[in-house]
């Protein structure tokens, strides 16, 4: 106890003879500290949070069966979560805000060919983008610019761009339904021309009959795509949203980095409890 006491009494004894050596030795560190970050480019950070709308609900059958709408909620899953993900870290989304937004030039690269620039550029914008999936089923796409104006367009463009791919997605099976019962329609109406023609030629009641048969399948097969086709293009007209913004990204009023003073304070603690151990060190050799 008493040896604890002895070198406690030294430390505090060195402390207040060499207080001045410390206290320089801060101050350099914060001046010095201070003159780095003032240099470092400044870099504003924007956001989007956006959560997943359900898949199911784009089904036609949603729009002509209420039973159907209220089985089921407009958020969709973690799986849903996945696919947004996957797209917007697609390279072609990648390059969509690249030529979009001229990140070729706002990076300064210096390549023999346009090609080449973009794709350093792409691997830059891969870096400087982060999509990352929170709790409740959430996506927050964020990024760092030296521009906050550049910062909220980018990451905007990036949920727009998926959300512009997904309801494609949607819009391109049901137009190809769309075309595929044209398609049949047309085959069923030259089916009934042809039928109706043969038809004046048949003397038989029983094979009038037989024809006449067909023809009213026809007209009902014929009936029946055009309503299915109505029905495929009024959900074209009504796709359901493919996901929710939360938070739009909006321009930073301040820097986001590097954080001056929170930078500061840490210097002095660090340069505080290093110079103590300098000194001390010193002392004892």
Request: no cysteine.
């Amino acid at each position: 106890m008493q040896t604890t006491d002895f070198n406690l009494t030294d430390i505090i004894a060195v402390l207040q003879k060499r207080w001045k050596s410390i206290a320089v030795f801060v101050i350099v560190s914060m001046v010095t500290a201070a003159a780095i970050l003032f240099f470092i480019p400044k870099k504003y950070q924007s956001a989007v949070i956006i959560v997943p709308g359900n898949p199911v609900l784009a089904d036609k059958s949603r729009l002509f069966n209420q039973n159907i709408q209220g089985l089921y909620g407009v958020l969709g899953n973690g799986d849903d979560v996945e696919t947004i993900s996957g797209i917007i870290t697609l390279d072609t989304t990648y390059y969509q805000l690249i030529d979009t937004f001229k990140l070729v030039d706002y990076y300064a690269i210096r390549s023999e060919t346009f090609a080449e620039k973009r794709k350093v550029a792409l691997k830059r914008l891969q870096k400087d983008l982060e999509v990352v999936k929170q709790e409740d089923r959430q996506l927050k796409i964020s990024i760092f610019t030296k521009e906050p104006g550049l910062s909220a367009a980018i990451v905007n463009k990036a949920v727009a761009i998926a959300e512009q791919q997904l309801q494609s997605i949607w819009k391109q099976n049901y137009q190809q339904n769309i075309t595929n019962l044209k398609v049949a329609s047309s085959q069923l109406a030259k089916q009934y021309r042809e039928l109706t023609d043969s038809a004046i030629h048949i003397n038989s009641v029983a094979d009038r009959e037989i024809a006449e048969q067909k023809k009213k399948q026809l007209l009902d097969h014929l009936a029946e795509n055009g309503k299915v086709e109505q029905e495929l293009e009024m959900a074209v007209n009504g796709l359901p949203p493919v996901l929710y913004v939360l938070g739009k990204g909006f321009p930073s009023v301040s820097a986001d980095k590097p954080k001056f003073l929170s930078s500061l304070i840490i210097v002095f603690f660090t340069s505080f409890v290093f110079g103590v151990f300098l000194v001390l060190l010193n002392e004892r050799t």
